[in-house]
């Protein structure tokens, strides 16, 4: 079952700050961060294993709440290559693969 | 700093005709993923190989769509034949394969028209 991306976009000027929330309805092993520019591929952000854990990308950040099945993404202080669309993708263990959420498009202004 | 590469970039064709992709994934990488995104939606899993032997192919549509990845390193994704409905970007992905981490590196992907 495909998790539940939201906001669906979201528009930013540079400094300011987002949260991204990724939603799913099944147990997880594990939530990986994906960023997507037009016309380019998925971009291994991190990744957030059973625990509660939170990682840090420049300053980007992540969460993962284990009882809410929910993971938030966090962009401090934005800056204009934030820009693009943000996947969810979780991994529920059978094979190791993963299934995407449709993504949240990111728009920083000048 | 190595990289899963993908060929052709763009493939326009007319339906009814058939197509081929090539992946070539990260040198050590034993799983590849063939993915298909649709404009505006996340990438969906069509089939996944573990080595040589297919791992999970179903949301592969196999009356069309065949995979195959003969000495377990490079793969080739066919649709045969091409319907209007399959214009989308073709994505390859590839692993180590460790099921608790599965890191997964893309490609640049093929985007395919189909007229």
């Known amino acids: 079952q495909q998790p539940v991306q939201s906001p669906q976009a979201v528009i930013l000027r540079e400094g300011e700050d987002a949260v991204i929330n990724c939603s799913s309805s099944?147990?997880?092993?594990?939530v990986h961060w994906y960023r997507q520019k037009h016309g380019e591929a998925p971009v291994f952000l991190m990744i957030l294993l059973k625990g509660g854990e939170q990682k840090g990308h420049e300053k980007i950040s992540a969460s993962f709440n284990e009882k809410k099945q929910q993971s938030s993404l966090y962009l401090t202080a934005s800056k204009l290559s934030y820009s693009g669309t943000y996947f969810c993708?979780?991994?529920?263990?059978?094979?190791?693969?993963?299934?995407f959420g449709k993504g949240t498009k990111l728009s920083v202004k000048p | 700093e190595a990289e899963v590469a993908q060929s052709p970039r763009y493939k326009i064709t007319e339906k009814s005709q058939a197509v081929a992709f090539w992946c070539d994934p990260i040198?050590?990488?034993?799983?590849l993923y063939w993915y298909r995104q649709i404009l505006g939606q996340g990438p969906e899993l069509l089939v996944q190989f573990q080595d040589e032997s297919v791992v999970d192919d179903s949301q592969l549509p196999k009356d069309r769509f065949s995979a195959e990845r003969l000495k377990g390193v490079d793969s080739t994704l066919k649709i045969q034949p091409a319907e209007l409905g399959d214009s989308a970007m073709y994505l390859c992905?590839?692993?180590?394969?460790?099921?608790?981490?599965?890191?997964?590196?893309f490609g640049a992907g093929t985007r395919l028209s189909v007229l």
């Open positions: 040198s050590g990488h034993a799983t």
């Open positions: 993708g979780l991994n529920r263990g059978s094979q190791g693969n993963l299934i």
């Open positions: 099944k147990a997880l092993y594990s």
């Open positions: 992905a590839s692993s180590l394969g460790d099921l608790a981490k599965n890191i997964q590196y």
